[in-house]
């Protein structure tokens, strides 16, 4: 799955002309209205885990893996949010991404990410934690894998705007019941009411 932002706050880690680290955030707990109701990645440390873009995360143009435009040199959990340092590499078609970013032409970010535990919390119930207000299915186990700076995010609203048909969901109206199986497979019932 991915959730896109436009995130006017990515900004240079150093000043300076040879500078290719910047910082951005690139997930939060804002509900998104994905096909099957409201979305809300948990961002409790527990939740969250951050071992593939500690190890190998990388930045994506469009999230086109043909395009890596860089690499993710730390990752952390900061008030509820995904937060990243990254940096790009110095190929051609990095730097003319890099530049478009330092210059604010470029400001869409979003995350590639992978949930296989959800809560599902009933309209009007709270979630087993009681932060959170039904109904919405929160990832209480999710990995991000990936950051792409992109051109056109789906939704301006921090948040909101996913394509689930490149990531094996079918749009919705077409047949959801594979989607749906694997869904009800992902799913931790909230039982109350």
Same mark, same amino acid.
């Given at each position: ?55 190998? !995360? #990388? ?6 893996? *043909?395009?890596?435009?860089? =690499? ?5 959990? @900061? +008030? ?27 400001? !869409? #970010? ?6 296989? *535990?959800?809560?599902?919390? =009933? ?5 087993? @934690? +009681? ?27 921090? !948040? #909101? ?33």
């Amino acid at each position: 799955m991915q959730r896109d932002f436009s995130v006017a706050s990515i900004r240079a880690v150093n000043e300076g002309e040879n500078n290719r680290a910047f910082e951005l955030s690139f997930s939060s707990e804002e509900p998104c209205q994905m096909w099957f109701g409201p979305e809300i990645l948990d961002h409790d440390p527990s939740a969250v885990d951050l071992s593939r873009m500690e190890s190998m !995360g #990388v930045v994506l143009f469009n999230h086109d893996r *043909n395009k890596v435009i860089g =690499k993710v040199t730390r990752v952390w959990i @900061d +008030g509820h949010r995904g937060k990243a340092t990254i940096e790009f590499d110095s190929d051609d078609e990095s730097e003319t991404v890099r530049s478009k970013v330092a210059s604010g032409t470029l400001k !869409g #970010v979003s995350v590639g990410y992978r949930v296989t *535990n959800y809560e599902s919390v =009933k309209e009007g119930a709270k979630s087993l @934690d +009681g932060r959170f207000t039904g109904p919405c299915y929160i990832a209480k186990k999710w990995m991000p894998f990936e950051i792409s700076i992109v051109s056109v995010p789906a939704d301006a609203t921090v !948040g #909101v705007g996913r394509d689930l048909h490149e990531n094996g969901f079918p749009p919705p109206g077409e047949d959801d019941r594979p989607a749906l199986s694997y869904f009800e497979g992902c799913v931790t019932a909230n039982k109350n009411h």
